[in-house]
């Protein structure tokens, strides 16, 4: 671990008592690694004095309070960029996972149904679909340029009409969930996002429409999503994310409409290498006095 | 079902004596609706005395004996084009599904995982890879089209080196295996494409590469395939199709290394549709005396 060359390292999960080693430590504190739903524990706020760098290993930083942060002059760094191409490819993964039914046909052979229940259910063909994209940044045009080469058409909502993109541009949620088949979920998270999904948007998608989620829980009024779900008005959801992680409620766990997986979006070994080189070369940037690489603030 | 305004249509696997009809009625017999693994049941092929067509519901032929239907002055037609980007988009979900882990990510929320042991294992990054495309034909270059999409590197092999593609060419599936992180099998089945894919290859492919076989069984060598994921030489495998069908050996399914899927690459509701339309629109062309649309011999 690089870091160790240079630094003296605790690890927050293996103190047996954070608010023992705050009170005696807290001042000596300048770096603080974490990430974009962890934050940074309210009871260490006051302790970390001299708290100067907060490094948030992953692009979303919603629970990092940057007001806060820029009140005390402490820096925040994220990792953008590096892991963006992973989160487009899990995305497409869950787009075609969803449509062409591939954890249920994976189960259906395993549990040896082929040879005696006769063929699967014919699925839905994903070629030619609208795909609607639910903020349109970086990982959203990559997602974007990969959904195209399957022959569909992109649409796409955010807070502005971006200028030199073909893109269908809707002014809404609403207007870009009635017209697409499936609406990829790809915002930032934090309070300007927070429900911007729900159950008008969630009936627009309609029955035959998909629910497609790898940006935060946040985003996604889940309990809407639940009874949308159970009653048929919304037709099938593939979730990397959730509102209480670990948390995934009995009735998504339980609904033949899901595709589920735990917050993987940006999980590969080469990318969390990168990551984490980027916290590493961020923070050595810092203490150097030099320019920081990828600043939040 | 259109053909009914048409013809008398019987079902043989409705027939209580396939023997009984083919005696009484076999002459009278002069189109039969088949596909590329059953062909034409060999006890009606000297009953059915004026068979002047036979339409394959599917691209592969392999089962059909052209030389027999030549000979005896049958036409055959199948239904290419109409399911390639079903197929080439099958081939991407699967790819992304074992890259990803998108099945075990399933299994692994919905059996509450999440919360108890934590963190899922990391998976392999797809964007930047190497891929492999044994049979670059209208499957393959969908394919090869929707993989470039992801940043990836594309290469192919096949009779011979195509014109004006960019493709890197290789002359052999090993020369391709060697170079592959993932190796797309695309080739029609056939004598001519036996076990194309066999240990060699799979060696070659090694203990990080991924094989993904949308094509049939027939392609790869499915014992050799077993003992090269069980011994780790293979890193993982993806597969729609399989050597006997629907039998699929217990230890392809109890592998951690697969992902499965019962032969289900063109089977969504939109493609099935156009595929039985292209069926009876052949047999339409043929009973009128007109050109059939998509004839292979």
Redo the contacts between chains.
């Keep these: 671990m690089p870091l160790l060359e240079h630094f003296d390292v605790v690890q927050w999960q293996s103190l047996p008592s954070p608010d023992a080693f705050c009170a005696r430590h807290g001042s000596d504190v300048r770096v603080l690694i974490t990430n974009g739903m962890a934050g940074v524990p309210s009871l260490c706020r006051d302790a970390l004095a001299n708290l100067a760098l907060i490094a948030c290993n992953g692009v979303g930083y919603d629970a990092i309070d940057l007001g806060w942060a820029d009140a005390r002059g402490i820096r925040v760094i994220n990792t953008p960029d590096v892991l963006s191409?992973?989160v487009?490819?899990?995305a497409?993964?869950?787009v075609?996972?969803v449509?062409?039914?591939?954890?249920a046909?994976?189960?259906?052979?395993?549990e040896?149904k082929?040879?005696r229940q006769g063929?699967?259910p014919?699925?839905?063909?994903?070629?030619?679909s609208k795909v609607g994209i639910v903020g349109l940044g970086r990982i959203g045009h990559l997602i974007a340029?990969?959904a195209?080469?399957?022959?569909t058409q992109i649409g796409y909502t955010g807070r502005r009409q971006q200028d030199g993109v073909a893109y269908s541009y809707f002014p809404t949620v609403l207007a870009l969930a009635g017209w697409a088949d499936v609406l990829i979920v790809t915002t930032p998270g934090g309070a300007d996002t927070h429900h911007l999904v729900s159950r008008a948007e969630l009936e627009a998608l309609g029955p035959q429409g998909v629910l497609v989620n790898i940006a935060r829980g946040s985003v996604v009024n889940q309990s809407a999503l639940i009874d949308c779900l159970e009653s048929g008005q919304l037709g099938a959801a593939a979730l990397d994310v959730f509102e209480e992680?670990?948390?995934?409620p009995e009735s998504i766990?339980h609904s033949a409409s899901t595709?589920?997986?735990?917050h993987?979006a940006s999980?590969?070994?080469?990318?969390?290498q990168a990551m984490a080189a980027l916290v590493v070369d961020n923070i050595l940037q810092h203490i150097n006095g030099k320019c920081l690489i990828s600043p939040v603030n």
């Design positions: 191409a992973d487009a490819d899990f497409m993964a869950l075609l996972a449509f062409r039914q591939v954890p046909a994976d189960r259906y052979v395993r040896n082929w040879g063929a699967f014919l699925a839905r063909r994903f070629w030619g340029n990969r195209a080469a399957f022959s992680e670990p948390h995934v766990i595709i589920l997986s735990p993987i999980a590969t070994v080469q990318t969390r």
